[in-house]
T-cell receptor, first 114, second 112 residues
């Protein structure tokens, strides 16, 4: 089982639509969780952290369910500028390096269409 | 957040040659990370570079293939040695921030 699994995508949605991405992780000892955004030919950038209580940042809402090891990202009122790949990222203890390490999902590609 | 630069931004190389990628950070950091992102794949950690000690490599990556230098707290290099077409990828440098990690712009490598 892959450590971090995401919806395969791609998601093609019209402007103004609401779209949801899901992610599951296998390491129950994972400590922190994030959604990153990666534009075409660019580096990943932090979109938002994900907390058990759920958190919202404008049109973006992230949820974490530790019992189910499940993370979600909801985007409301999609804009053309939201078109990107969204990466689910989990922070876990890496025994090799003796420090916390990020594990990335493959990402879900979103295209918002006019 | 940290400002990270990488050189070169892209390169096309012949198989059997080596390429050294440089990473510069605008602040002193203890740990620097090197990742690889192959087409259609997730980011994979190659190694963690600490200043003044040997880098720690992840499973599947070895020092002979990916030697790393970390001469000071703001700079690191990753060398991709004896390249083959399978090494074609984006290589990203990363540092830890307050909440998570920040990434350099990446080096796009194509091996012919």
């Amino acid at each position: 089982r892959k450590e971090v699994e995401q919806d395969p995508g791609p998601f093609n949605v019209p402007e103004g639509a609401t779209v949801a991405f899901n992610c599951t992780y296998s390491n129950s000892a994972s400590q922190s969780f994030f959604w990153y955004r990666q534009d075409c030919r660019k580096e990943p950038k932090l979109l938002m952290s994900v907390y058990s209580s759920g958190n919202e940042d404008g049109r973006f809402t992230a949820q974490l369910n530790r019992a189910s090891q499940y993370i979600s990202l909801l985007i409301r009122d999609s804009k053309l500028s939201d078109s990107a790949t969204y990466l689910c990222v989990v922070n876990s203890w890496g025994s090799g390096a003796g420090s916390y390490q990020l594990t990335f999902g493959k990402g879900t590609k979103l295209s918002v269409i006019p | 957040s940290a400002v990270i630069s990488q050189k070169p931004s892209r390169d096309i190389c012949q198989r059997g040659t080596s390429l050294t990628i440089q990473c510069q950070v605008d602040s002193q950091v203890t740990m620097m990370f090197w990742y690889r992102q192959q087409p259609g794949q997730s980011l994979t950690l190659i190694a963690t570079a600490n200043q003044g000690s040997e880098a720690t490599y992840e499973s599947g990556f070895v020092i002979d293939k990916f030697p790393i230098s970390r001469p000071n707290l703001t700079f690191s290099t990753l060398t991709v040695s004896n390249m083959s077409p399978e090494d074609s990828s984006i290589y990203l440098c990363s540092v830890r921030g307050d909440e998570t990690q920040y990434f350099g712009p990446g080096t796009r490598l194509l091996v012919l």
